[in-house]
């Protein structure tokens, strides 16, 4: 029998980031080696190690005025001797003050400038400090995207990141509210022996797998989200998943709360968009009316 009340899912952790894991960030290890190669018989060459580096505020994606990308060939004497990360920063700022002068940037100190590079956060403008006296072919791996950053822009940082953690952490909340099942309630189809007239399925595509499950109309979506979290633990955190409704190019997030009944009923209607702007309108009214009960 299903149980009553909220169900924690068995791989929840506690204590999380709320930020997920970018497995692209941090899947190349670091590390920069010098290799030659063959020109022709008898004719070697270094090959060239390139290193971008970038200002662009704490985010990449915002719009910067005095942004500047310059992608640095190390020298030689860079991969014979080690050389520590400063050398680097230092070199983007001499660039970096040659075409800004006048900049506040371009008369900030070297010791305002860090270096910085992407961490394993989902949060595509999350990064993490890179110590002015590591050793640059320790740190880094060749082609790797490293980020220029001052104080002023960690804060924007941060100021950021705790907003939408909290977005997010709220969010997980209700998700959690609505898990009403135990995830091994869900019965993943493996044979087509588990095909039966009667029974109700739900077919998931995306991220690297596909899923086939037998599920009953009163589970929630929060139910499939616990699901696919058990299934996967930490690689698929609750707070990184949403399910959807696609129909073409048209995708629909459907909220955690809903009935696997409700999604389907929604499913048949013919304009989600309007469906979804009458479903809040509803939902508007709803709260309107407990606000008026409880006065």
């Known amino acids: 029998m299903p149980k009553k009340g909220p169900v924690t899912p068995l791989q929840y952790r506690e204590g999380a980031t709320y930020t997920g894991v970018d497995e692209y960030a941090i899947g190349h290890r670091p590390g920069i080696f010098k290799t030659t190669v063959q020109l022709s018989y008898g004719v070697y060459k270094t090959r060239d190690v390139k290193l971008s580096v970038e200002y662009c505020g704490f985010d990449q994606n915002n719009p910067c005025e005095e942004k500047m990308k310059l992608t640095i060939t190390l020298p030689e004497k860079w991969l014979d001797n080690p050389t520590p990360v400063s050398a680097l920063r230092n070199a983007f700022i001499k660039a970096y003050r040659k075409k800004f002068p ?63 953690r909290k977005i ?54 929060a139910d499939i989200k616990a699901y696919l979290h058990h299934k996967d633990g930490p690689r698929l955190p609750m707070e990184s998943i949403d399910i959807a409704l696609r129909r073409g190019d048209d995708v629909h997030v459907l909220d955690s709360r809903w009935s696997l009944q409700k999604v389907y009923e929604f499913s048949l209607k013919k304009n989600w968009e309007q469906a979804a702007l009458e479903e809040e309108e509803e939902k508007d009214e709803k709260g309107e009316e407990e606000e008026e009960d409880d006065d």
């Open 168 to 221: 997010i952490v709220d969010d997980l909340a209700k998700t959690m509210k609505s898990v009403k099942h135990d995830p091994e309630e869900i019965v993943p189809v493996m044979s087509k022996k588990q095909i039966m007239l009667g029974q109700t399925y739900v077919i998931l595509y995306g991220w690297y797998k596909q899923h086939c499950i037998i599920v009953q109309p009163e589970f929630t979506v």
């Open 102 to 164: 006048n900049s506040r940037l371009g008369k900030a100190t070297d010791e305002e400038w860090c270096l910085s590079i992407k961490d394993e956060s989902m949060m595509l403008f999350s990064k993490k400090r890179v110590p002015d006296d590591g050793i640059i072919t320790h740190v880094f791996y060749d082609r790797q995207e490293i980020w220029a950053m001052t104080d002023p822009d960690w804060e924007d940082s941060e100021k950021e990141l705790k907003r939408m």
